[in-house]
């Protein structure tokens, strides 16, 4: 009997010939790049170095892209937000050493926040790998071991015949859900060394499908057909999966009502009649979702930010979807699915029962007046008139990235993303320098919009060298720096708690001149001007920064028991 998985496809003579005769002057760096292009990489990101040089020269024999950038961690962002935007594993190359672990910030956010990143560093030679202290340049005794806490999965590479498996297996990692960043480490005189073995064409690395077991999506079924007040989290495994749609109709054929979680932006539509919006750091959102008598939550752990701060306190019955089983019930217990939100969905989607509830509309909007009451209460006309100009400048389909600043933590709970995979932020780890970068790696993957990146000025500080990347690729992003001389929300957070801020002032440079120092246009603006001049600016090819002084404000906390 022949099975499916016994059948190899035989190679035609001409692939034969080709195997036996392989063109002179190619390295193992080349078996790196063949192996990313066999698997359907067009773009790679990253930094030469010493011992990685072999990867670079072979970049240049071959058809892919390279976007490099200033500062590794940058790099790693702009891969980041490469695979957010695209699903695809987005190569990242690195040398040894410091270059290596200077990306691990970038490399904890897209792990953070499921992006599938494929870094491919450099490690010293072969003949120093084991721990040993050799003393080579950028040495370390163990590298993987500062990566295996960060990434999903970690691969060292010893021979030139275990490139394309390793980068194969690493390409399938990423890409199985959850996704995540993955980590190769080949040593410099592996890279070096030049090959005789055939070219690397296609490479099957077709990752894995987490489909959810029926019985429990049989059970969560009857649960939400026959709840008198169901209702929706929907996380950011809801936008990676591509499952906003399948969620919309669940939401309508169960007429619950749906939040999103900062990291689910744009999942469910911001001004449909079952739409919560994304208002989690409020008390009046949390006791709507206390008060449900199920609740589904779906591509989310109900971690810090999605449970207003671990105030959240369910009191029916919860059903989470969740692909990363580290994050299965690990805040609530619950009607645990081990799934891809797309896949369970669907399942639920096929086996749920109409129920109609006339009420739910009315409850959705009284949630929503109860919280702009609050934040109306607050003074913070500024606040709201500069997000909302930000709204109306940003063209519906551009993607925007944010960086941890006060205009940032308004936008996750108060802005309307338009659709999904359009609004990015570094809220899974929290570091700041994300913005700027990652809108780099957005335009990257999709010149034909403009990107927005938003930061404060001591997050722009991370990366204004990336300005020379932006203006070398002229790359279409348009950067809106807040500049408010200093770390606003950490001088907030310093003044409540011990009545005055310390090491929280920065000295300011001239940031429009500063840009325009590297060719790139800048414009000071103003809150009442802002809207023309992002809108001009986003209009505009090529990229631009827009500078708005301003002191913003936060919106008082509910989770303190304060407000």
């Known amino acids: 009997m022949t099975h499916d998985h016994d059948l190899v496809l035989r190679p035609t003579q001409a692939q034969i010939t080709a195997a036996l005769n392989p063109p002179s002057g190619r390295n193992g760096g080349d078996l790196v790049v063949e192996t990313l292009a066999g698997l359907g990489a067009t773009t790679v990101f990253g930094l030469p170095g010493q011992h990685a040089l072999g990867m670079f020269d072979a970049l240049r024999r071959s058809s892919l892209r390279y976007v490099g950038l200033r500062v590794e961690n940058n790099a790693g962002f702009a891969a980041d937000a490469y695979g957010r935007i695209t699903g695809e594993a987005a190569p990242l190359l690195l040398s040894t050493g410091p270059g290596a672990l200077t990306s691990l910030a970038a490399l904890q956010e897209a792990a953070a926040a499921s992006a599938p990143v494929l870094a ?31 990434v999903k999965s970690v691969h060292t590479v010893r021979t030139q015949s275990q490139i394309p498996s390793a980068i194969a297996a690493a390409w399938k990692s990423a890409l199985t859900a959850p996704h995540g960043p993955v980590w190769v480490e080949i040593p410099q005189d592996v890279l070096l060394a030049e090959t005789a073995l055939p070219v690397v064409t296609a ?9 959810p077991r029926p019985e429990l999506t049989a059970v969560a079924a009857d649960l939400l057909s026959r709840a008198a007040r169901p209702a929706i989290i929907a996380g950011g495994g809801v936008v990676r ?27 469910f539509p911001w001004k449909h009649p079952l739409s919560l919006q994304s208002w989690l750091e409020d008390r009046h959102t949390t006791d709507f979702l206390e008060d449900a008598d199920v609740l589904l939550v779906v591509g989310s752990g109900l971690g810090e930010l999605s449970s207003n701060y671990h105030t959240f306190k369910p009191r029916g019955r919860v059903i989470q979807i969740e692909a990363d089983l580290g994050k299965l019930e690990s805040n609530h217990p619950a009607l645990g699915i081990h799934a891809d939100a797309r896949l ?5 989607l096929e ?26 209460s607050q003074d913070l006309t500024l606040e709201q008139n500069v997000l909302a100009a930000v709204r109306r400048a940003l063209p519906a389909a551009s993607p925007s990235f944010w960086d941890m600043t006060i205009l940032a933590y308004w936008a996750w709970s108060a802005f309307d993303a338009k659709g999904p995979n359009t609004m990015h932020s570094a809220q899974g780890a929290g570091g700041l320098g994300y913005g700027f970068p990652a809108a780099l790696g957005a335009a990257a993957a999709d010149p034909t919009r403009p990107v927005l990146a938003v930061s404060g000025d001591g997050g722009a500080l991370y990366s204004i060298a990336e300005l020379a990347t932006a203006r070398q690729y002229d790359l279409p992003v348009t950067w809106l720096i807040v500049d408010d001389g200093g770390y606003g929300i950490l001088r907030e957070y310093m003044t409540d708690a011990f009545g005055q801020a310390t090491a929280t002032e920065l000295t300011r440079p001239d940031y429009v001149a500063l840009a325009e120092s590297f060719g790139v246009p800048g414009v000071l603006t103003t809150p009442e001007t802002l809207e023309e001049d992002l809108a001009k600016a986003l209009a505009a090819p090529g990229p631009s920064v827009v500078v708005l002084p301003a002191v913003l404000r936060m919106f008082a906390p509910t989770h303190l028991g304060t407000s």
């Open 120 to 150: 491919i560093s450099s490690q010293i030679p072969t003949a120093g790998l084991g721990g040993g202290r050799h003393g080579y340049l950028h040495e370390l005794p163990d590298q993987a071991a500062s990566f295996r806490g960060v």
């Open 203 to 211: 490479v099957d690395a077709t990752p894995d499908e987490l489909t």
């Open 241 to 267: 999966s591509d499952a906003s749609g399948k969620l919309r109709q669940l939401a309508e054929k169960l007429d619950a009502p749906v939040v999103t979680t900062f990291g689910g932006k744009g999942a």
């Open 344 to 348: 369970a969905l669907q399942a639920l």
């Open 351 to 376: 086996t749920v029962e109409e129920r109609t509830d006339e009420s739910a509309p009315g409850r959705v909007r009284e949630l929503l007046e109860k919280v702009a009451a609050r934040i109306g």
